[in-house]
């Protein structure tokens, strides 16, 4: 998985009822596009995440 700052990701619910959480990348920690990614979501948090099945990028508009 590749990318870059100001990307949006969705990480989907893991149990029946939970909701998806939206966010936008602040930051690349790896190498050409790698994990991790610093996010920050929409609700304000920011974590350190490594995506998992369950992470979709949408590329940010000047990006795609």
């Known amino acids: ?5 100001q990307d949006r990701i969705i990480v989907r619910g ?6 998806d ?3 936008v ?3 690349v920690k ?7 990614y610093v996010v920050r979501f929409d609700d304000g948090h920011e ?9 979709v990028v949408e590329k940010h508009a ?3």
Request: net charge negative; glycine share 16%; charged share 20%.
């Open 47 to 55: 974590s350190t995440i490594f995506p998992g099945g369950d992470f």
């Open 62 to 64: 000047e990006t795609s």
């Open 1 to 5: 998985m590749k990318a870059v700052v």
């Open 14 to 19: 893991r149990t029946v009822g939970a909701a």
């Open 25 to 27: 990348i602040i930051e």
């Open 30 to 36: 790896g190498e050409q596009g790698a994990p991790p």
């Open 21 to 23: 959480r939206h966010g």
